[in-house]
């Protein structure tokens, strides 16, 4: 009896803990992106896009993304500035574990076992910006998707960041019905080598 209480105490103590770390983390994005509509600009594209693709009329469709165009741009700008915003966060406090997980102090226990934040915003940033400036001439309708899909890597990393790998995918599932791994497959190849490349996949 006297183990099962002790395990019990200490399963409680580290979810306290884990909380702690959580509200923490959510804090200091919460912090940076509050100066930014980067939320809303996503939204709006989002719905957009779903928009188009419900249109039977291939011109109708091209008119509703081209219209997504000054979003896409407001978008890029901001998630730039904010990207290196964060960038000037210490490197501890940047850390993510990759641990599938939640365990109290894990990014400092296991430090080999993470990545920089820092710089997988940037990944980011560069990613969505080179979609958007549309370097590789791709079709409107394409466009949308791979944009769509840097932006749901995007927001996957933050929830990664905020809570953990397990509860990011989660999340990605229950709202977006895909998976972080069709999600890598689906932003550009520089965005795909670069981001598995700093979390190790």
């Not at 039977?56 to 901001?78: C, V």
């Not at 933050?158 to 599932?173: D, G, N, P």
Request: with cysteine; net charge positive; proline share 3%.
């Amino acid at each position: 009896m006297e183990t099962f209480a002790l395990f019990i105490a200490l399963a409680l103590g580290a979810y306290i803990l884990a909380w702690k770390a959580q509200q923490q983390r959510i804090a200091l994005l919460g912090g940076h992106l509050q100066n930014y509509r980067i939320e809303k600009l996503m939204a709006d594209l989002n719905e957009g896009y779903m928009r188009a693709l419900g249109e039977e009329s291939p011109q109708r469709r091209e008119q509703i993304l081209e219209l997504m165009q000054s979003n896409e741009a407001s978008l890029s700008s901001q998630f730039s500035r904010f990207a290196a915003e964060v960038a000037k966060v210490d490197a501890e406090a940047a850390r993510v574990s990759r641990l599938p997980g939640l365990i109290p102090f894990a990014d400092r226990l296991f430090p080999g076992a993470t990545f920089d934040l820092r710089k997988a915003l940037d990944i980011h940033a560069r990613g969505i910006a080179n979609v958007v400036e549309n370097a590789d001439n791709r079709e409107p309708k394409d466009r949308a998707f791979v944009l769509s899909a840097e932006m749901l890597l995007m927001q996957h990393t933050c929830h990664w960041f905020c809570k953990s790998k397990t509860v990011a995918s989660a999340r990605l599932m229950a709202r977006h019905k895909t998976t972080h791994q069709q999600v890598i497959d689906a932003v550009s190849p520089e965005t795909r080598r670069a981001y598995l490349q700093l979390i190790g996949g």
